[in-house]
């Protein structure tokens, strides 16, 4: 068991009125090199005095990183420099932050955050298709996302991410584009296009105006097939929405309906590769083959036309067991947990009756890790739980795993979780 202590951070910076308001976030690292992410343990604003304090926090290293506040960066920005997201002790690159260290029996520690400031520059450049002319379907804008990365990895938190700041910039007529107002970094630029958001590119931004990007619009082609349902009774419905969720970006991009033959078209699809989706699931459906591969995943590769046979099938599996306190919350969730998870909600959330006893039903063939928690936390805090990587081998050890077929139901007996508990291991 890991004593608890109380961390008092403090976050100054030379200038009057930037300290207030910042919002300081407690980072514990997990992974190396490109697998690098990092989970936040706790969060606060600071008060008028540069101060805040986060408490009841397991012994640990952990890394500060301080956020200005939406104040500050407007007030900062029109004065020239602006203040940027800084990390302990006065980076604003994680390859210069320092950890922390609470250590059994400490009642405190304290760390000083000295706020960084970065000078805004210009990226300026034209959109183009493949040929070098105008696309046909100009967006209207290009929206550029800065993320932080070390040693070629991305430092994510809770599985998203770590985005810093964000520009987006409209296009001209003509295809070009000019921004303001962007610090330093590397960016991710894309753009929405008839309801997708398609990846352009990536630029970094030193400290000087960079001109002369340009970005290809990528190649859409056209999707068409026929969706059939596999032992389908007369009273059952064929699914009316198809949802294509782009695999790489973790969004729904590409939306079809399917008519009462069960034929579908995308006139217009961009290549990369996707996850099909059943939308408005109520039945326990599940894709179960793509062009007569098993499973959901296809890739769409631009130009010309691309054809789809899809099969679906009623899900007949189920868990059903006991959990060891009565009226615990019973959380079933994919294996991995990727972040893709919420919006296929592939998942779910039962309650075990006053003898402990649970039944979900309808889940889809695959991997399942089961656990049950004694207290009454809303879905954002069970989700929370479930997806924090500092906590996988609490997880493995407390919860367990179920592998589901079609038609079989697997019986689970479980030890019910004390969330209070699991925060001091």
């Not at 308001?21 to 490109?34: C, D, F, Q, S, Y």
């Not at 309808?362 to 991997?367: N, R, T, V």
Request: aromatic letters at 6%.
């Amino acid at each position: 068991m890991l004593r608890s202590s109380t961390l008092k951070v403090t976050a100054t910076v030379k200038g009057e009125g930037i300290v207030a308001g910042a919002k300081v976030l407690l980072l514990r690292a997990i992974g190396e090199g490109k697998e690098r992410s990092s989970v936040t343990i706790a969060e606060g604003n600071t008060d008028s005095k540069g101060q805040v304090y986060l408490r009841d926090l397991p012994e640990g290293k952990y890394f500060l990183a301080a956020l200005p506040s939406s104040d500050t960066s407007a007030k900062s920005r029109s004065a020239g420099p602006d203040v940027v997201m800084t990390f302990y002790p006065g980076s604003t690159d994680f390859e210069g932050a320092l950890p922390i260290s609470i250590q059994a029996g400490d009642s405190s520690a304290e760390a000083i955050i000295e706020m960084a400031r970065s000078q805004f520059f210009t990226v300026s450049g034209k959109l183009t298709n493949s040929g070098g002319g105008l696309p046909s379907d100009l967006p209207r804008a290009i929206e550029f996302v800065r993320l932080i990365s070390r040693e070629g990895g991305t430092l994510h938190t809770n599985g998203t991410p770590l985005r810093l700041n964000r520009a987006s910039i409209l296009i001209s007529p003509d295809g070009t584009f000019r921004s303001q107002w962007m610090p330093p970094g590397s960016y991710e630029a894309t753009a929405l296009v008839k309801g997708s958001i398609v990846k352009l590119g990536a630029v970094v931004l030193g400290k000087k105006n960079l001109e002369g990007v340009v970005f290809d619009m990528p190649q859409t082609l056209e999707v068409s097939g026929v969706l059939t349902y596999e032992g389908r009774e007369s009273s059952d419905r064929l699914p009316r929405i198809l949802n294509f969720l782009d695999i790489d970006q973790g969004s729904q991009t590409l939306i079809t309906m399917v008519n009462d033959s069960g034929e579908f078209k995308i006139p217009k699809a961009f290549a990369g590769r996707y996850r099909v989706i059943i939308a408005n699931n109520s039945a326990g459906l599940y894709v179960k083959s793509v062009n007569s591969n098993p499973g959901k995943d296809v890739s769409f590769v631009g130009g010309g036309e691309q054809k789809l046979s899809l099969t679906v099938a009623k899900s007949q599996a189920d868990i059903m067991g006991s959990a060891s306190l009565s009226r615990s919350t019973i959380s079933i969730t994919p294996v991995p947990f990727g972040p893709l998870v919420s919006i296929e909600r592939n998942y779910a959330f039962v309650e075990s009756d006053d003898k402990g006893g649970f039944q979900s039903s309808a889940l889809p063939p695959g991997d399942y890790r089961v656990c049950a928690w004694a207290e009454d936390l809303d879905r954002e805090e069970l989700m929370k739980a479930i997806s924090d990587p500092g906590r996988e081998s609490l997880l493995q050890s407390r919860c367990k795993s179920v592998q589901l077929g079609d038609k079989n139901s697997v019986p689970v007996h479980i030890k019910s979780i004390v969330v209070t508990d699991l925060n001091q291991q």
